[in-house]
């Protein structure tokens, strides 16, 4: 833990461009910080206030949502401002409080995952609302190829799948320590063949699921040896479906190979 190129405190959001350059969100440090794939530290420039969720646009641009002022910040991919949203008020009265994740489509509307709100929240690039639907403790959105959107609901413990338009599909998932089940589910991401990643906060691992939701495969457990975790919340894969983790608790990010 500490201040230092590389280093974080308390790490939270991640995010892989088409190059394979890595970006991490680096929260008490205000910051978020480049490495290559191979971890090995680039660049790193200031946020707003607490930056938790990180993604790109279609441009390669990254927009990060900063928790502690609401404040929505895009940059380039070299740490230069572009511009700065304000994502208080959402646009069309929504009313984002505290947003934690985010993912953008093609077109680069912004789909948000507003947890105090218990909301998913669309907005297009000048932040109009466009559409929102309720997910009583959405922490983080992801988006497969077809543009279905999945939720992670940590207040009920279970993953919820909508269509673009935030239409219902399906959901799946209890309290539990077993396969399927889930301890505050925080973290989402899809792979290349449409499979999801969930990282789970309370349970200390990693859960994999195919594009229905059928359990797949897992692994982590609580600690601080390779491949262990402590409390993580970020994940995101490359275009080789390598699979990067933030164990926000350890103050490190683990790259796995494919699952």
């Not at 209890?174 to 990282?199: A, K, M, Q, R, W």
């Not at 797949?216 to 390779?226: F, I, T, V």
Request: hydrophobic share 30%; charged share 15%.
């Amino acid at each position: 833990m500490g201040g230092g190129d590389g280093q974080f405190n308390v790490p939270y959001g991640i995010t892989v461009d088409g190059s394979g350059f890595v970006y991490v969100t680096d929260i008490n440090n205000n910051r978020v910080e480049k490495f290559d794939a191979a971890g090995n530290f680039q660049t790193k420039w200031n946020t707003s206030d607490q930056p938790y969720g990180i993604k790109p646009d279609s441009l390669g641009n990254l927009f990060v949502l900063n928790y502690g002022n609401y404040i929505l910040q895009e940059f380039t991919t070299l740490g230069g401002p572009v511009t700065q949203l304000l994502v208080g008020n959402c646009g069309g009265g929504f009313g984002c409080s505290a947003a934690r994740g985010l993912v953008l489509d093609s077109l680069n509307n912004i789909f948000i995952a507003d947890t105090p709100t218990g909301q998913v929240k669309v907005l297009d690039t000048s932040l109009a609302a466009l559409t929102s639907w309720n997910v009583s403790g959405a922490f983080d959105v992801a988006m497969d190829q077809a543009g279905n959107i999945f939720t992670a609901d940590n207040a009920n413990n279970k993953i919820q799948k909508y269509d673009h338009g935030g239409n219902f599909i399906k959901e799946w998932g209890t309290n539990g320590t077993g396969n399927g089940e889930f301890d505050y589910p925080t973290g989402l991401t899809v792979d290349s063949h449409g499979n999801l990643f969930v990282s789970e906060y309370n349970n200390n691992r990693v859960q994999k699921f195919d594009n229905d939701g059928n359990y797949l495969a897992q692994w982590g457990s609580g600690g601080s040896g390779d491949g262990q975790f402590n409390h993580p919340i970020g994940i995101a894969v490359d275009s080789s479906d390598n699979v990067y983790v933030v164990d926000t608790g350890n103050n490190r990010v683990q790259k796995f190979s494919p699952h």
